[in-house]
């Protein structure tokens, strides 16, 4: 079986600092071209990757027929134009998170990967790293006893006006950027979909994005809650209760390629007493996201989550914005 060969959409900062060297650490995983509108940009990047080719437009990529696979890493509002336009390319398409501004807009990916039959998948990371596995594994294994509650809370600080993230035009805002993420988590946990959700958002008043938004999940039987900040001292951390257990997630989103990662599991015996440490071997979520991709798209096989998991999420991430609008339970 031989390698991958990616093209990349944009020399956005997570593509050059994080998944493109993580690609290239990759056993199935080749980043043969990027682009950019900048091509002097383009040409940086490829310079400093390593890339052998660049482009100075995004269609000039997609034309590229020694590409098989995209990495689109645009801004939230470009996710689905883009992610269309190269699967009508041919191309298979690895797309970030939010793979869409909203529940409808996911859906429309839905025909096009139907009709040009290429795999589109949304690039949650996370649900690659062995700590994330584990963490299903000891809940379905019944470890924690009776799945009870989720908590999780995800937040770090960015005032800048102009930041991308910051802009509620582009899809901007602490739920689409990192909510996501704890919506995603806890319906992987719970392993099914809330019967309703409830939020509340503080919006900056100067940009109109949500900088600091709780939600709501009704499991029923089972809760989640969860606390996103754009604003907020930079933190992350997760916690999984059960009838007869509690699992801690060190690091649950960013978690370092260069150390292990730690589960704290605690039986509940005694009150304060230290918890049981497991740790999970150095990995890099990114490499291992980017060759999982790799493998299904030579295996001709469907990934392990596929567009309509994604469309379920952003159904969640919907109702918790009317939720917070309507300050009541919304159902989905």
């Given at each position: 079986m031989t390698k991958l060969r990616w093209g990349v959409l944009g020399a956005a900062r997570i593509a050059t600092q994080k998944v493109i060297p993580a690609m290239q650490q990759g056993e199935w995983s080749e980043v043969v071209a990027i682009a950019s509108r900048d091509e002097?940009?383009?040409?940086?990047?490829?310079?400093?990757?390593?890339?052998?080719?660049?482009?100075?437009?995004?269609?000039?990529?997609?034309?590229?027929?020694?590409?098989?696979?995209?990495?689109?890493?645009?801004?939230?509002?470009?996710?689905?134009?883009?992610?269309?336009?190269?699967?009508?390319?041919?191309?298979h398409v690895l797309c970030e998170k939010p793979v869409a501004l909203n529940a409808d807009d996911a859906r429309s990916l839905i025909e096009v990967r139907d009709r040009t039959g290429v795999i589109i998948q949304e690039a949650f990371m996370i649900r690659a790293h062995p700590q994330w596995m584990r963490v299903v594994d000891e809940v379905r294994a019944g470890t924690l006893g009776e799945l009870r509650a989720y908590s999780g809370v995800f937040s770090y600080f960015n005032d800048d006006p102009a930041n991308i993230r910051n802009r509620a035009e582009y899809g901007g805002g602490?739920?689409?950027?990192?909510?996501?993420?704890?919506?995603?988590?806890?319906?992987?946990?719970?392993?099914?979909?809330?019967?309703?959700?409830?939020?509340?958002?503080?919006?900056?008043?100067?940009?109109?994005?949500?900088?600091?938004?709780?939600?709501?999940?009704?499991?029923?039987?089972?809760?989640?809650?969860?606390?996103?900040?754009?604003?907020?001292?930079?933190s992350q951390r997760v916690q999984i209760f059960g009838t007869r257990g509690r699992l801690e997630i060190e690091i649950p989103f960013n978690a370092p390629p260069d150390r292990p990662c730690r589960l704290f599991l605690d039986d509940g015996s005694r009150l304060g007493a230290p918890p049981q440490t497991i740790e999970l071997p150095v990995a890099n979520q990114y490499t291992l996201q980017g060759d999982l991709f790799s493998v299904a798209v030579r295996k001709k096989s469907q990934p392990s989550y596929p567009l309509e998991d994604s469309i379920r999420n952003m159904r969640v991430i919907d109702a918790i914005v009317r939720a917070a609008s309507s300050r009541r339970w919304e159902s989905l």
């Open positions: 002097a940009k383009a040409g940086r990047a490829a310079q400093a990757a390593g890339i052998p080719r660049a482009y100075g437009s995004y269609e000039a990529l997609l034309a590229d027929p020694d590409v098989e696979a995209i990495y689109n890493p645009l801004p939230n509002h470009l996710h689905v134009p883009w992610t269309v336009r190269a699967a009508e390319a041919g191309k602490a739920l689409m950027d990192i909510g996501c993420y704890l919506v995603h988590t806890a319906r992987m946990v719970f392993g099914r979909e809330p019967a309703r959700v409830s939020g509340a958002i503080e919006r900056d008043s100067r940009t109109g994005i949500d900088r600091v938004t709780a939600l709501g999940l009704d499991f029923d039987p089972g809760q989640a809650v969860g606390l996103c900040a754009t604003q907020m001292v930079p």
